[in-house]
């Protein structure tokens, strides 16, 4: 999660799955500023390979782990 100034915040959201025995993440990109619901930005599947980068490049522009959104 990674708050702005207007009182929302951006959102990424990961749900793992196995497709054909393979290990996958669901990248759910969005923002969200109640009381509206929340809207959906991306979505796209990452390797699990994937995973390391992708959470550094999060954290590098200002994401921060938080209790789930919504």
């Known amino acids: ?9 951006d959102y990424v959201r990961l749900r793992s799955s196995s497709i ?3 290990e996958q993440y669901e990248w759910i990109e969005g923002c969200h500023l109640p009381p509206q619901m929340p809207l959906l930005k991306k979505r796209r599947w990452l ?3 994937a995973m390391p980068l992708q959470r550094h490049q999060l954290e590098a522009h200002g994401y921060q782990p938080s209790k789930p959104v919504f």
């Not at 708050?3 to 915040?9: E, I, S, V």
């Open 20 to 22: 054909q025995g393979k």
């Open 47 to 49: 390797s699990l390979e």
């Open 1 to 9: 999660m990674r708050p702005r100034n207007d009182g929302g915040c």
